[in-house]
Nanobody, 117 residues
Framework: VQLVESGGGSVQAGGSLRLSCAAS????????MGWFRQAPGKEREGVAS???????TYTGSVKGRFTISRDYSKNALYLQMNSLKPEDTAMYYC????????????WGQGTQVTVSS
């Protein structure tokens, strides 16, 4: 099982980025998928998640700005990030967990997002 993120970069505040997570070794439709982020000196936090039925959830600070989605045909997960703010600067990770568990067991290596003011 492997998760590989891409799409990070440096943008100015107000800009947009689309993160991608390519999954191999399993089928994303069978798992809950999520995006997490960790800024320097801060704990990792959940950003968004999506279940097998496609129902998304978001942390409050990104609601209305970020959209999580999955493409079953490409076995991929995405995070569209709009109206980016400097406080969104972090390493972003995608992760997967089994539907019957709360623990995310598969993690990607992360992609850096930097938002300048």
């Amino acid at each position: 099982v492997q998760l590989v993120e891409s799409g990070g970069g440096s943008v100015q505040a107000g800009g947009s980025l689309r993160l991608s997570c390519a999954a191999s070794g399993y089928t994303v439709s069978n798992y809950y998928m999520g995006w997490f982020r960790q800024a320097p000196g801060k704990e990792r936090e959940g950003v968004a998640s999506i279940g097998a039925a496609g129902s998304p959830t978001y942390t409050g600070s990104v609601k209305g700005r970020f959209t999580i989605s999955r493409d079953y045909s490409k076995n991929a997960l995405y995070l569209q990030m709009n109206s980016l703010k400097p406080e969104d600067t972090a390493m972003y990770y995608c992760a997967a967990r089994y539907p019957w568990s709360d623990e995310y067991v598969y993690w990607g290596q992360g992609t850096q997002v930097t938002v300048s003011s």
